[in-house]
C-alpha cells in the first residue's frame, strides 16, 4: 500500500504562485514515477504534470508547460508541483497519484494509488 497526502492549496489571485506538495508512504514509494492531475469544477479529471523515480524524466500537459513546474525531494518520497502565473482556469481540486511501476505517465490508469486532493482557487 502508499499512502498519499496532499498540501499547499488555497485560494490566490491571477499571476500569483503556489507549491503543492504531495508526501508519499509506504512500501515502495519511493521507487514510483509519479503525477499530478486536476478535476477542474464540472470537468472531467486530467493530466497535469508526472515524474518518473528518481526525477530525470518528466513529462507536462501542454496548458502547463512553462508556467508549472513538477519535482522530487531528495529522499523521492517528497514530489512537488511548482505552479506560476495562476490563471482562473486553473481553478480545480489537484491529486497526487503514484503509478504502477517507475515511469511517468500521461494516462491515469497508469497509477493506482491516489491522494484526497488539494483544492487550488484562482480568483480574477
Known amino acids: 500500500q502508499v499512502q498519499l497526502v496532499e498540501s499547499g492549496g488555497g485560494l490566490v489571485q491571477a499571476g500569483d504562485s503556489l507549491r503543492l506538495s504531495c508526501a508519499a508512504s509506504g512500501r515502495t514509494s519511493t521507487n514510483r514515477g509519479m503525477g499530478w492531475f486536476r478535476r477542474p469544477p464540472g470537468k472531467e479529471r486530467e493530466f497535469v504534470a508526472a515524474?518518473?523515480?528518481?526525477?530525470?524524466?518528466?513529462v507536462y500537459a501542454d496548458f502547463v508547460k512553462g508556467r508549472f513546474t513538477i519535482s522530487r525531494g531528495n529522499a523521492k518520497n517528497m514530489v512537488y508541483l511548482q505552479m506560476n502565473t495562476l490563471k482562473p482556469e486553473d481553478t480545480a481540486v489537484y491529486y497526487c497519484a503514484a503509478a504502477r511501476d517507475s515511469y511517468a505517465y500521461r494516462m491515469m490508469s497508469r497509477y493506482n494509488y491516489w491522494g484526497q486532493g488539494t483544492q487550488v482557487t484562482v480568483s480574477s
Open positions: 515524474i518518473n523515480w528518481n526525477g530525470d524524466s518528466t
